[in-house]
T-cell receptor, first 120, second 114 residues
């Protein structure tokens, strides 16, 4: 079973529309971390946000907002008033304490990504 | 502001050839990682190095070897390349000791094996 599920493979929206990217995760740990990364067409991976399992506060950064709900094991990402520059593949990732190697390294498990196309 | 630097950016190999992908970071991070990205598969961990002098297998280590040359550099070697290893390879690094530290990625190496 996937640990990180991004059910939306591709989404298309018209510029200025709001869009929500879904992420559902699975873990038995009580302490874990969730991340979102952006991969624009140029190919690099850009870190957007990290959230730990004890902090369920929603976060807003400009047009971006994140909704973390432990009850539904979801960490959804909303872009308000989308722009063409938001076109990218977005990855959700999970880091579990049980994946800790004991030598100072937490492994990330990535979802398969959601490709967002914003049409002008 | 180099961050994580990967070389080369593109490479074409023939089946059976060997190749080393280079990665260097200038953020004084302790942990480094190699991933491969295939269409529809997300990123999968090949190997990682929690700290200088240690390396461990990830999800898909077969056909690869790694060397943590020093704190800055972590290389990935394909001893006998196979078409199934055609992929985009990403190196990443993170600060260890802190929990849930984000990983910072290089720009990737696009590798094609004919």
């Amino acid at each position: 079973a996937q640990k990180v599920t991004q059910a939306q493979t591709e989404i298309s929206v018209v510029e200025k529309e709001d869009v929500t990217l879904d992420c559902v995760y699975e873990t038995r740990d009580t302490t874990y971390y969730l991340f979102w990364y952006k991969q624009p067409p140029s190919g690099e991976l850009v870190f957007l946000i990290r959230r730990n399992s004890f902090d369920e506060q929603n976060e807003i950064s400009g047009r971006y907002s994140w909704n973390f709900q432990k009850s539904t094991s979801s960490f959804n990402f909303t872009i308000t008033a989308s722009q063409v520059v938001d076109s990218a593949v977005y990855f959700c990732a999970l880091s579990e304490v049980t994946a800790y190697s004991g030598a100072g390294s937490y492994q990330l498990t990535f979802g398969k990504g959601t490709k967002l196309s914003v049409i002008p | 502001n180099a961050g994580v630097t990967q070389t080369p950016k593109f490479q074409v190999l023939k089946t059976g050839q060997s190749m080393t992908l280079q990665c260097a970071q200038d953020m004084n991070h302790n942990s480094m990682y190699w991933y491969r990205q295939d269409p529809g598969m997300g990123l999968r961990l090949i190997y990682y190095s929690a700290s200088e002098g240690t390396t461990d297998k990830g999800e898909v280590p077969n056909g690869y070897n790694v060397s943590r040359l020093n704190k800055r550099e972590f290389s990935l070697r394909l001893e006998s390349a196979a078409p199934s290893q055609t992929s985009v390879y990403f190196c990443a690094s993170s600060r260890s000791g802190g929990e849930g530290q984000p990983q910072h990625f290089g720009d990737g190496t696009r590798l094609s094996i004919l």
